[in-house]
């Protein structure tokens, strides 16, 4: 099958699955900008889109096609790396001269991919296992209500040090998914056909414009509580 035999049909996968998780990271980054919005002026937003994404059958179905979305994007990672070393054969051992205008991030997608999925495990721990999960299947090992979303994030970031510490190991994470998708995005529209000598600078600058709107999305929130909880010990 060209989709798994071909380099172009394995690259075409890693594209469409990456621009698929990128929508999904601005919605859930624009959804989490409601804490800060209920934080500063009382309002409920997050618990009620929360509730809406908690246990029913179109939110279920949606985690799964997530996950299946992230499955198979770091799979093909994996595939096309080893894939690369076996083509390299004895070359890999050759000293490698710095190449002209190949960015960092291209070199270290890997490592920067596998840096974003090892925090979205100990993330989806902190969160989703207490919300989504313990209301599908009523194992509960927070004391806050599972749709509490507020509640739960809030516990998290504003937790006296250790909140500062979860906030310092958030902005970690979201340095490196900056890296991670300001290569992705323009390679993957590349990798898709958008791409002439004239739109390779101007899709290299789309990728960092919506890399920089994603994880800024994230960032805001992430800084919110960190000076709210700065705010907190100092009182
Ligand atoms: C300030 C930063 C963030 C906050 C406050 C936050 C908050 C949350 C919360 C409360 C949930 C549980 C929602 C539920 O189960 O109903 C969740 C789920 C999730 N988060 Fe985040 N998140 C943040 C950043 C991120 C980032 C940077 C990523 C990816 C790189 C990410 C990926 C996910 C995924 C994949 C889920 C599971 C979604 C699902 O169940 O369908 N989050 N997040």
Redesign the pocket.
């Known amino acids: 099958m060209w989709l798994k035999d071909s380099s172009i049909g394995r690259k075409f996968i890693m594209s469409i699955t990456g621009l698929f998780?990128v929508l999904?990271?601005l919605f859930?980054?624009s959804m989490?900008l409601c804490?800060v919005i209920d934080d500063l002026f009382g309002t409920e937003a997050y618990n009620w889109i929360?509730a809406m994404?908690?246990a029913n059958w179109y939110?279920v179905a949606?985690?799964g096609v997530?996950?299946l979305g992230?499955l198979v994007h770091f799979g093909y990672a994996i595939y096309l790396t080893i894939l690369n070393y076996r083509a390299r054969g004895n070359d890999r051992y050759a000293i490698e001269a710095r190449q002209e205008g190949v960015d960092w991030e291209s070199k270290n997608m890997l490592v920067l991919g596998i840096i974003?999925l090892g925090?979205?495990l100990l993330?989806?721990y902190n969160?989703?296992f207490k919300?989504?999960?313990a209301e599908l299947t009523g194992i509960h090992t927070s004391m806050f209500d599972p749709q509490d979303?507020s509640a739960?994030?809030k516990a998290l970031?504003t937790n006296g040090w250790a909140g500062i510490i979860y906030c310092l190991l958030?902005i970690v994470?979201?340095c490196a998914?900056w890296f991670h998708l300001n290569h992705g995005i323009w390679s993957a529209l590349q990798t898709l056909g958008w791409s002439n000598l004239i739109w390779l600078k101007r899709i290299k600058v789309i990728g960092t414009i919506f890399a920089t709107i994603t994880?800024g999305l994230?960032?805001i929130?992430?800084l919110y509580?960190l000076g709210v909880n700065i705010g907190q010990m100092c009182a």
Do not use: D, E, K
């Open positions: 998780l999904f990271l859930h980054g989490n804490l929360c994404l908690g939110a949606g985690t997530l996950a992230v974003v925090f979205l993330h989806l969160f989703w919300m989504q999960f979303g739960i994030v970031f958030y994470w979201l998914l994880v994230f960032m929130v992430t509580f």
